[in-house]
């Protein structure tokens, strides 16, 4: 499946938890989507995305196997089903609204929260989902260096009149 929809899907999902667990558990689906992504990128994305892209993989899951499985009620995980990123500038657009969706989900079940652990939980999945949102950026910075420049040696590709 696209990014693009899972990315969706993980956002419809985030938005229709039903408890604290549930919110966690979309979170971390989210990380493993974020990794998932970034897999993909290093693999067969932009040249210049690459190196970012692969720290966005290898930190996207971030605490992903310290998950209590209970957590992952809801089924499997999403990114499994990745197949392609299509429009890298989008998905990464996307996610970065997704990661920042999460963020704000989890500061409120933190901050509901009296159970230690499941605090503990949320501290840890906004930290992870903080570093895969610099990681995106990141990339969308140079995805934007990358059309200054290429606007710049040739104007007749400019998306948009100056």
């Known amino acids: 499946m696209e990014a693009e929809r899972l990315i969706a899907a993980c956002r419809h999902a985030l938005a229709e938890c039903g408890d604290a667990l549930d919110v966690v558990a979309e979170a971390w689906q989210a990380q493993a989507l974020a990794q998932a992504v970034g897999t993909r990128l290093a693999q067969c994305g932009p040249q210049e995305l690459r190196g ?31 197949t392609e990123v299509l429009d890298p500038r989008r998905a990464l657009t996307l996610l970065s609204t997704l990661l ?15 159970e230690e652990g499941l605090y503990w939980q949320c501290i840890e999945a906004i930290d992870a989902a903080d570093e895969s949102s610099d990681r995106v950026g990141a990339m969308l910075r140079r995805l934007s260096l990358r059309e200054r420049e290429r606007d710049r040696v040739d104007p007749d590709s400019a998306t948009s009149p100056p």
């Open 52 to 82: 970012e892209a692969r720290g966005l993989g290898e930190g996207g899951g971030r605490g992903g196997g310290q998950v209590d499985p209970q957590l992952l009620r809801i089924g499997s995980l999403r990114a499994a089903q990745l």
């Open 100 to 114: 920042g969706e999460v963020g704000i989900a989890l500061v409120g079940v933190a901050c509901a929260t009296d």
